[in-house]
């Protein structure tokens, strides 16, 4: 273990002790990330509109009282059309609504981040405390169209607490009186109790208050700022993991063409522990990487979620995923130059289509998928789950299993083609 630790330390002071090195670790991603945070944030053209699309088939007095609570429950939520203004935020052009058809294709294409379905005779089935189910139809399971079908289900929970709550009340009066209230009377007695529980509960006195990233106020830029630091920090975090990880891999080249490599190898250590080493001291870039920018988003007082045990994992394996992609992909690679163009040309379009730049949720359905054929989508879709809409550790699991099992395949296919001698 001393061995790895000290090719580790020497591999980072040779790194670090390049000023453009240090530029690209240090200045460049912390400026990056407030910039990027700003224009996610829509500071410069105005907030952004996370729409959720309804198609109200009730139109009852309950469904009304149902998307009131969806809007308490999130209130960056727009939900359309009920809620569109003169300025057509809801992008609903000169028809001013849309047949389902027609809503499907808007989240399909992300114009809205979901689709919320209410039948016929939702009020009724309600008021008769009978099962009535609504549909929700996303695009995603991550980002705002989780935060949209969080806020759906909060509403909902409103409404069974009330359901339970009239049905307990029902039970009761039936068993004071010693026999069973007639079904008209039992009716008009639920949706009395009903409305009752609801009332009570818009009087409780503990709330949520929903903030997609941060607290608004909480003595930062602004709060359009917090919005955008969600995605921009763990977002330039992978990008330039990525630009800095394979910047090292052309340093290890650099050391086999100068025979450094080889003079390493045929040393008292093993090539085992020198490869080891190596992967290590390139995944510490990683981790470094993450803490620069992850100091930016604490100096704005950034929300890091609720879970900071799921954000270091998070971490970890992506930093993990980076590095075996850099192994892999730089393996072959005969000259520092080529890897070094290589490794931008990958940064760019991985940091692009994955996500790093700007919310997966507002690109087209089969860029979202490319994207997520690269570990910087799956990562983000993590990051975005825990700073965004407050998710733990169970929450994630499937980005980072798939993460892991990435990194296992990449390693698979690096170790073997790792070469200690120029051809």
């Known amino acids: 273990m001393a061995k790895i630790w000290a090719i580790i330390r020497q591999d980072l002071r040779v790194f670090l002790r390049v000023r453009s090195n240090l530029i690209s670790l240090l200045i460049t991603p912390a400026v990056m990330t407030i910039i990027v945070a ?3 944030a829509g500071t410069f053209n105005g907030s952004p509109v996370y729409r959720l699309d309804v198609i109200d088939q009730d139109g009852s007095a309950a469904s009304v009282q149902f998307l009131a609570a969806i809007r308490a ?13 003169a300025k057509d935020i809801c992008d609903l052009g000169k028809a001013g609504t849309f047949t389902e058809n027609q809503a499907l294709d808007r989240v399909a294409n992300s114009t809205s981040r979901g689709l919320l379905e209410i039948p016929h005779g939702y009020g009724t089935s309600l ?3 009978e099962d009535v189910t609504v549909t929700f139809r996303s695009s995603s399971n991550f980002g705002v169209s989780q935060a949209a079908q969080q806020a759906i289900q909060a509403a909902l929970a409103q409404v069974n607490a009330a359901a339970v709550a009239s049905q307990i009340g029902l039970s009761a009066i039936n068993s004071l009186q010693g026999q069973i209230l007639p079904a008209d009377q039992a009716q008009q007695v639920g949706g009395a109790l009903y409305q009752q529980a609801l009332t009570m509960e818009n009087l409780q006195t503990v709330r949520v208050d929903y903030a997609l990233s941060g607290t608004p106020g909480g003595g930062t830029i602004s709060g359009q700022l917090q919005r955008g630091l969600g995605q921009s920090v763990p977002g330039m975090g992978m990008m330039f993991v ?12 650099v050391e086999r063409q100068q025979w450094t490599l080889q003079r390493l190898a045929v040393m008292p250590v093993s090539r085992s522990i020198l490869l080891t080493g190596k992967i290590l001291a390139r995944f510490c870039l990683g981790l470094l990487q993450f803490l620069v920018v992850f100091i930016v988003g604490a100096a704005f007082k950034m929300n890091f979620g609720k879970d900071p045990l799921a954000l270091l994992l998070l971490v970890i394996v992506s930093c993990l995923a980076i590095t075996a992609l850099a192994f892999a992909v730089g393996s072959g690679m005969k000259n520092a130059a080529q890897a070094s163009m290589l490794g931008l040309l990958l940064t760019l379009v991985l940091a692009s289509i994955g996500g790093a730049w700007w919310p997966m949720d507002i690109s087209p359905k089969f860029l979202q998928i490319i994207g997520h054929v690269s570990p910087v989508a799956w990562a983000m879709d993590g990051f975005t789950a825990l700073t965004y809409n407050g998710a733990i550790l169970v929450d994630i699991w499937v980005p980072l299993a798939v993460l892991t099992g990435m990194t296992i395949v990449l390693f698979l296919i690096a170790i073997p083609r790792f070469k ?4």
């Open 127 to 129: 008021a008769a405390l």
């Open 420 to 423: 200690y001698q120029v051809d």
């Open 38 to 40: 700003l224009v996610n």
């Open 242 to 253: 990525l630009m800095n990880i394979f910047s090292g891999i052309a340093g290890l080249i």
């Open 73 to 85: 429950s999130n209130p960056e939520l727009v939900l359309c059309p009920m809620d569109n203004t």
